[in-house]
């Protein structure tokens, strides 16, 4: 069988799977799960058939049209280069994950069969954008994501958190995706093609590059969460554990950055461009990262921190390194699905997302040793100490902005967007150390109560947890390695911002620590209110219900304060503004929702009391007038001929007056 066939069966099998799923989820349920785990994990197999056979060599490439245009084509086209191989091989072990994992998740969920449906759309999704080589049709991958994600944050609609949040993804990422599109429509009319290769092979030619990027980053900062756009992803939260997983790691938020690491000569023709790529990447890190430091649900903290790494990725794009956002794309899929799959199996064991409420609960590490040890080598890959494998990456891309500020090693990022890139990485990377030790200080270090005692979680959930396990710890070994995947360029840590990075890390992990040590002291007997226990109970529900009991964690701000919280006492007086996402929510509903509903009440009003009452009244007055002359025709004669009369002396008065007054 040829590459390119294999190629094509990779997106191919998990929507076939998506497809039979749907329709035999109820005639025949038996065939549900096997539906969801089967084709994903064929594609997985196949994924990393295509990959060998690349081999970091010539892109894989095929071409068909798909209809004619008269203009610009459109066509089915693949091109599978380093990249590409490796980013699908991503998405099929992540996706393949948490379809295994959601077997026993959402075992006893009446939704599962469409539940398992969508997820394997989203990853054939996914999985078309990763290998097609044509502009519209990657389109096509990036719409149908967002049409699952709103489907599957939504999941557990009973709960008004997940309908407002699956809502407001859906709005909030088409909000970019509208200039998006209009830059596509811009770039393919400027390159008269929609084929990548071609469009790469026609920047010189192209006569608004900074509008069309700037237009191109809006649908980035959408899909991929970035600043301002990204208010979003934490709200995200209250879709399935799985869900989180498979959208944070290896799918929508990671298409951006992948979208733009394809078209990265296109970006670096606007100099402009990239510097506003890198300021956006510089705000997201930061802000994303004192956000994470304040949250007080578990999956919120790993949500901003999804917010900042992918800042970091999209950072090493503006310093024009594809390699080194490449690298911590793989190594962050790894790590932050393992992240989340950990979360829900210790959501289940706390039976709360709460962090406040872990903190007051002795003995939970006992209760999920796998879940512990796994999070734990997440958290270190997290806060990039070495040998995890974010380490690696991490310093790649801090490498990378060294070298655009500094103007060595053949950087093709502009100075500025450098020295903006390498300060807020390394300032995100003390906070980065610091929400990383705190989550794990506050999750599995309580004092008080005895965990509740659950039945141990099923192997189906704890096993994937030990293979993602694996490239957590070890993918950063590949850094001689995968320059052959990607640009060629060395991927190698370098000794100054290692050393800087790593010493800032293990500073940030310290203090934490020695914040929590004093705030635990004085906090021991603060009772915080009853911990939910759910013995027995499905995971799924246990965390329906977690979502609907912790409330505040979806709004603003927690009304109650926890003194025992460290990451109270390290931001001060910018806890609560943190806590609160600085307020962007506000912000945006009061600059743009509010001002869009009102427009709409008002159209309604015009629509119903304006528009409705002119058009009753066009039609009643006919009415109205037919009725009238109906009354006079009432079949006397001597009514007629009275009426006849009294015209004809009116006339003849008003004749006599006319001559008179004349």
């Not at 959208?247 to 078209?263: D, E, K, N, Q, S």
């Not at 930061?286 to 990725?313: E, F, H, N, P, W």
């Not at 699905?337 to 199996?345: D, I, S, T």
């Not at 990456?393 to 500020?405: F, G, I, Q, R």
Request: glycine residues 8%; neutral net charge.
């Amino acid at each position: 069988m040829s590459t390119v066939t294999l190629a094509v069966l990779v997106p191919l099998l998990p929507f076939l799977g998506a497809v039979a799923g749907l329709l035999l989820g109820r005639t025949a349920p038996g065939f549900v799960r096997p539906l969801a785990v089967l084709p994903v994990l064929a594609s997985l197999v196949l994924a990393v058939l295509v990959a060998v056979r690349q081999g970091g060599g010539d892109p894989v490439e095929a071409v068909t049209e798909l209809t004619p245009t008269g203009s610009v084509p459109i066509e089915l086209a693949l091109q599978v280069d380093g990249f590409a191989a490796l980013a699908a091989v991503l998405v099929t072990l992540v996706a393949a994950c948490v379809q295994i994992y959601s077997t026993a998740y959402l075992r006893h969920d009446a939704r599962y069969p469409s539940y398992a449906a969508l997820v394997s759309l989203f990853t054939a999704a996914m999985l078309l954008v990763v290998y097609t080589g044509d502009l519209m049709v990657l389109l096509v991958g990036w719409e149908v994501m967002g049409i699952c994600s709103y489907f599957l944050v939504g999941h557990y609609w009973e709960t008004p958190e997940a309908r407002a949040a699956s809502l407001k993804a859906f709005l909030v990422t088409k909000a970019g995706d509208v200039p998006f599109l209009i830059g596509l429509f811009a770039l393919a009319a400027d390159a008269r093609s929609f084929r990548i290769t071609e469009v790469l092979d026609s920047v010189d030619r192209i006569d608004h590059p900074t509008l069309i990027a700037l237009l191109l980053l809006a649908g980035v900062a959408g899909k991929s969460a970035q600043f301002p756009l990204h208010t979003w992803l934490p709200d995200a939260m209250a879709g399935p554990t799985p869900v989180s997983a498979l959208i944070h790691a290896a799918t929508m938020v990671a298409a951006g950055v992948y979208f733009v690491a394809r078209l990265l000569p296109l970006f670096q023709a606007s100099e402009a461009a990239m510097v506003v790529l890198a300021v956006m990447a510089a705000v997201t890190m930061i802000g994303s990262a004192l956000a994470a430091l304040a949250q007080d649900d578990v999956k919120r903290v790993l949500a901003y921190s999804t917010i900042g790494q992918l800042g970091y990725m999209t950072g090493a794009l503006a310093a024009g390194d594809r390699s080194a956002a490449a690298f911590h794309l793989l190594t962050h899929g790894a790590f932050k699905a393992l992240l989340f799959l950990g979360a829900g199996v210790l959501i289940h064991a706390a039976g709360t997302n709460s962090l406040a409420a872990m903190s007051r609960m002795s003995g939970l590490r006992a209760r999920v040793p796998d879940a512990y040890w796994t999070m734990t080598v997440a958290l270190l890959a997290l806060a990039a100490i070495p040998p995890f494998s974010g380490f690696f990456s991490k310093e790649a891309v801090l490498v990378a902005a060294e070298h655009a500020a500094t103007g060595h090693g053949g950087a093709a990022g502009p100075v500025a967007a450098g020295w903006t890139v390498l300060a807020a990485g390394l300032l995100t990377a003390l906070l980065t150390a610091a929400y990383a030790a705190r989550l794990w200080l506050r999750a599995f270090r309580g004092r008080g109560t005895e965990a509740p005692a659950h039945a141990r979680q099923p192997l189906a959930m704890n096993a994937v947890l030990w293979v993602l396990a694996v490239p957590s710890l070890a993918l950063g070994a590949a850094f001689g390695v995968l320059p052959a995947w990607f640009d060629g360029g060395s991927l190698a840590p370098g000794w100054t911002t290692s050393l800087l990075a790593t010493g800032i890390a293990l500073v940030g992990g310290v203090v934490t620590y020695a914040t929590w040590r004093h705030t635990t002291a004085f906090a021991a007997g603060t009772p915080l209110g009853a911990v939910a226990a759910h013995p027995g109970a499905d995971p799924g529900q246990v965390e329906a219900d977690a979502i609907a009991s912790h409330a505040p964690a979806y709004g603003d701000v927690a009304d109650a304060p926890d003194p025992s919280d460290p990451g109270r006492l390290l931001l001060g007086p910018l806890h609560r503004h943190a806590a609160a996402g600085f307020h962007l929510d506000a912000f945006q509903r009061t600059v743009f929702v509010r001002p869009v509903t009102a427009a709409a009440s008002l159209v309604r009003f015009l629509d119903r009391e304006v528009v409705e009452t002119y058009v009753r009244g066009a039609a009643a007055t006919p009415r109205l007038l037919g009725a009238a002359v109906r009354r006079a025709q009432t079949g006397n004669l001597q009514t007629y001929v009275s009426a006849l009369l009294a015209g004809t002396v009116v006339l003849a008065v008003a004749v006599v007056l006319a001559v008179s007054g004349a």
